[in-house]
């Protein structure tokens, strides 16, 4: 009986994983252990515990980790606190493998604890290219990482460049995708008549042409976020197609874009948008289906998108170097081509599904590794 | 003027660094600034913080970041220390460069804290392989780093294989060299009369035949330490040369290997061995020059021993894949394998130098290339 | 010449000792050094750094301590957080005494580094009496303190009754007062036309009658806010007099008031009422002299109160104990008691001046006193 | 049933707290919990987990707490990351109360975690009166502790003083007194012909007259700890009768006092000394019972020494203000005094036992009470 602990540290780590979890949790040979931190515990992103708890999973423990700022010093500062006590919780646990998510700061606090330790660690979501901090994270999890599960064959080709050993590394494709494929599978979910009694703003016929909005801050470009989101929203608003809006994630420089929002919306009283602090995966793929086109710089445009055929208009360098399928066309922080490419890609339409990101059985698949793989705990360079 | 900080975390850092530092304080358009850490600022590590003051440098922070106990558990959890208080510290100095040295466990704090708050990074020594967990660190601080200063041509080759650009990778050669480059010119450097005040143990006659002991944990096989320990001095002891023997450093497991020697000075009261906590680099490199062998599984008796040319025997896993020169011969922890390999390396006698870890102006090209170089703050992997 | 440092951890605090620092900056033989943490460095507590900045005082240190949360679990991991980096701080700095103030739960951290490091501590507004935690902190910053500055005469008879020698017991009333006392010297301070211009809400005709409400979480009835706050503006509404309603602070529990204020907002379109994040001390007291009525659990209603003579109703359990003018009446949490007790004062109109908490020359007594007295930095209890 | 959470922070805690964590987990309504840290987790202080494991008690969590250093400022740092665990396994444990012992800086880290998150906190030892920080700390417990065990009628009376309510205050006695009690009866205890297996230097002949050196450093003279023990140390060489000598607690300046044991044992090689780390309370007691005089300024010649009826000196500033029976006798830090003290008390020889620190069912008592108190969680000063 080998013990998995996955640590969930924010809302999109939980659907990068959940697929995973409840393979994991359902295994004969194996027992799920699920540590809860960073900003999946608090209640200002929409207290992703609950959710984690709703779905029948039970947190061995909880890490307040998030040093207030939002800043690059205080994200540096989160990893620290992070780091001074996912050891315990670990000791605690004595999990067989780790098993940790992608490429966000978090992330590394529960690489470095556990390689230290001497725990076996697994990485899903590595090998891609993106900008931000990210990118190095990302990279350098992988030169911590035991076992590879990387989402796509490029990602996994990397993984092997960058001197891991070929069979450690494991394509299963993205557990992600798992959860957008039960969607596709049915028809009504997610979006029941109440979806607008959550979040502020207008009311929106989803039964009319509409876009979502989704952007971040990019970390290496500290400062610019008022600015990128402002572009942003004025393309939008000229266009008027009303518009879902998501607020950004907690990386450092989230309060330039979430202050960006908090002023438009007190100077323009006619905006057709609605905001959202946080949907559910679920909504959020159904919402996907029927939008004209997804606009910002998320991820999951371009890896959920590619999957569920929405057109998508990238803006800015964050996505930079992420593998991407047809349905992406990329634009600068300028609302002019922001507004250009977001009008072409309504004149487009729906693209036909590509598998990229995989198939909808990457949980299972990590599942099964997991139960059987062995590990050489002291690493060494191929090359 | 670009303002240069380097952290220095322990003795082993300081030597590895010291010309480079000394270097960038002399540079016309650089300014040095120096934060001192973890066993670099302890009595029991030997004060290195006292030795950096005295050699006129003048450290703008000190980081109290060692959590008792010497595990895995603490070593993560010092890291963590670390990580909180390095960010206020970078935030206060305002570099224009981080420069992080090697591979040990708070080097990634370092690395962490710079890099997350956007400010260049530049590393030495990577790239090189090695057993323990520093061969992870040391490969991940490189997915961190813009700006790489390898110390030998295989390792130079190896970091632009995992990615970086060739453009940031530097062959300066290792900074220690220079160091031992100095002590080579001046014969008489470093022995004084006083030598074995400090210490326990017996007096050794530096004129006739002596051995060198330096054998520090791993952190990869820890709780192994005490028995890797006796293997090696039981060794020595049953060949009856006299032998100066060195502390351990403060890796996870370390207390093992310091129990192991104190049991033995306890039973055994006939020892013909010397007990140093720490020597500095100018006399440990006089005194391996007049060692008839190097035994343990110290990075010195490769890296500096081959320059020096001294007969090396190293024990066990913890150097692995590191760059040899012909002065070494590689055996595992058994006494008798230990014992054999002694009496051989004796019987040969000293070897020619080697330069394969620099010619002793790598501090010289470090700050000539950190006052010019370009950086692109935002990575991205090559492939 | 003496180092004073001033440890400024929340907007509270810093308008509770600013004319201490300034005739700390201005005393020949004091020289002022300020470390600015906690919510004092955050956006979204109003940036009271810059504040500070602008008033001529240059941080010296900045600690970002505050973990997210806002629970009384998260509230003792942000002391731990100070007290891991105020210690590096103060060796940094080598005051010759630090100057804490109040009750706050930071103030407990600040506490810990000076006394455990045997920096001589001074303690501005001990021995009140008040409900929460800040009751226990208080008097056991009082145990740590050397130096005594109480605010009112109650309370340095208590200091003494607890075991402190009279003669480190110094009545110099509380600096706020300065601060108000300034202001009541100049009809036309802080009320710029453009007051309205931050904040979110109403316009409030200030030549009319109008009412403050400021009311924070008790950390000791912690989950209550939101119910207690909703009592508190359900009471005001009914009134039908247009309201300035202040955020609440940084306390465990403040989410929960946050919550009940966002909520009516969105319920309730037709509130005559102005919210702000943050007013400077002028602003706040010049609109306290011409409310009809001061509403909530805030302090400043007794203590500044006392001194403006402005009608105040005092609800809930956070103020029992503290002395009060003859401007308080108190009420339970009940919309029916809240509202009738603004009635009853609105019919009182405003009330004579009382100096109970100080005539506004404490911070020059401050300064003083630590530029002269002596410290006996052994503690000993008198009985 | 309630769950009582008690945290053990060192050797000396431990044995404070045993009979009473003895007493809770036999009582029916009682359920134990207990968290082991600081130094009673590190093998260099005698792993006093593994005493705590191998006496039938399982510790639900452990707080790797000590920052290395043994200076005031990593003392202080010490404290802040045991308080930023604690709040973690206390919402964890969710105990009833928790139980926090003495008056060394880790307690304060429980006794913020657990006030802080208002749970009920109960104090032993509270209102003694002694030297160093722990002065301070003690008092300041008192003002968080909801429920208090004072171990003598004068700590009672000062901790009402203080302003405590009296029916919060429940004079118990010392629990340390109920394992003397329970060595006393048992002539033959804890002194096994193995003895001097542990330890290092000559062999003690307990049939004839000895001495027991017991001397920690006092953190308000830090720096001072080498010549301090120095004088004593000499002052016992010079009467020439044996010695068996401990080493020093973990406080700030315990690196100094080893010092001078370690350099006094390099220098002097005919000492009549033996050196223990630790020893077990069964062990020292009997050792008690049996030496002609106990030198030094440990608090158990005072305590336990009444009880027992041992000679005492008691050198320095370390115990003034606790109370005394009449085996002691004070002197200050100068070898001829502390040299003719210890004469003298040899001539006198063993004195009656006193009771003043208890009974022997301080334990007992103590659980009892933790089933049935009531506690009022907001603490208010009563005058």
Redesign the interface.
């Known amino acids: 009986m080998r013990k998995i602990c996955v640590v969930v540290g924010s809302r999109a780590n939980y659907s990068s994983i959940k697929s995973a979890m409840r393979a994991i949790r359902n295994h004969p040979d194996l027992e799920l252990q699920v540590v809860v931190g960073a ?1 999946a ?4 992103y929409g207290s992703v515990v609950d959710l984690i708890e709703r779905d029948g999973f039970n947190p061995a ?9 939002e ?7 989160s ?10 919780i ?3 646990l004595k999990p067989d493998f780790v098993l940790t998510v992608g490429d966000r ?1 978090e992330t ?2 529960t690489t ?2 556990a ?4 725990l076996p660690l697994a990485h899903t979501m590595g090998g891609e ?1 993106s ?3 990210d ?2 994270i990302r ?6 990482a035991h076992i590879h599960f990387p989402a796509c064959s490029q990602a996994a080709d ?1 993984i092997i ?3 891991e050993r070929s069979e450690d590394v494991y394509l299963v494709g993205c557990p992600r995708i798992d959860l957008v494929a039960e969607v596709m599978k049915n028809e009504r979910n997610g979006l029941g008549p109440d979806l607008f009694s959550e979040g ?1 703003g207008e009311l929106i016929d989803l039964c009319k042409p509409f876009l979502i909005v989704s952007q971040h801050s990019v ?2 470009e ?1 400062g610019e976020g008022e600015k990128q989101i402002t572009e942003t929203l004025m393309a939008v608003k000229s266009l008027d197609i009303p518009a879902i809006v998501l607020w950004p994630n907690a990386d ?1 420089g989230s ?1 330039d874009v979430s202050r960006g929002i908090r002023k438009l919306r ?1 100077h323009h009283h006619d905006l057709k948008m609605h905001f959202f602090k946080n949907l559910s995966l679920d909504t959020f793929i159904s919402l996907m289906r029927r939008a004209v086109c997804i606009v910002g710089n998320s991820s999951s445009a371009i890896r959920e998108g590619a999957f569920v055929g929405v057109p998508a208009v990238n803006v800015g ?1 964050r996505q ?2 992420r593998q991407r399928g047809n349905n992406v066309v990329d634009v600068d922080h300028s609302r002019e081509a922001i507004g250009g490419a977001i009008q072409e890609q309504v004149r487009h339409g729906p693209y036909p599904s590509q598998s990229i990101y995989g198939d909808g059985n990457a949980g299972r698949h990590i599942a099964e590794i997991l139960s059987k793989c062995s590990v050489r ?5 191929r ?1």
């Open positions: 900003s515990l608090l209640d200002r423990a909880r890490v307040y980790m998030l040093v207030e700022g800043t690059p010093l205080t994200m540096a500062k990893t620290g606190l992070g780091l001074l006590e996912l050891p315990s670990f000791e605690q700061f590394m606090a470095l604890a390689a230290y330790m001497n290219v900008g931000t901090i990118e190095s990279h350098a999890v992988t030169k911590f990397r460049k960058m001197g502020v970390t290496t500290y450092a309060e007190e360098t930079q170097g705990i002291q690493k060494r360079i090359y």
